[in-house]
């Protein structure tokens, strides 16, 4: 069954860190490209970063640019976003979710562009 688990979420200060994960199940996630989205309450789903495994390129939206950090451990079959420095209109629902094809930066936020979703995982962050 193929499976994307999030984790990593939590309640965190303006200013602190968290890193979340990205694990895949019954896919190798090296072969696919792999994008994390956001939803805050009453907005819309927004892409926030994406690695294309194979080519080994990253896009981040700007808003997270410099800040957040996208990156891929083949043997743990894992995706990791390392947040820095969050500001409270970071807080959402993170998910991840992987695609077949290359992600341009155009892509990284078209949700059909992807395949395969997880289930999210809480960030909030306060002021």
């Known amino acids: 069954e193929v499976q994307l688990v999030e984790s990593g979420g939590g309640l965190v200060q303006a200013g602190g860190s968290l890193r979340l994960s990205c694990a895949a199940y019954g896919f190798s996630l090296d072969d696919y490209a792999i994008g994390w989205f956001r939803q805050a309450p009453g907005k819309e789903r927004e892409g926030v970063s994406v690695l294309n495994s194979r080519l080994g390129s990253a896009y981040y939206a700007d808003s997270v640019k410099g800040r957040f950090t996208i990156s891929g451990d083949n043997a743990k079959n894992t995706v990791y976003l390392q947040m820095n420095t969050l500001k409270p209109e970071d807080s959402g629902v993170y998910y991840c979710?992987?695609?077949?094809?290359?992600?341009?930066?155009?892509?990284?936020?078209?949700?059909?562009?992807?395949?395969?979703w997880g289930q999210g995982t809480q960030v909030a962050v306060s002021s």
């Open positions: 979710a992987a695609s077949r094809g290359t992600i341009t930066p155009q892509g990284m936020g078209v949700m059909y562009e992807y395949d395969y």
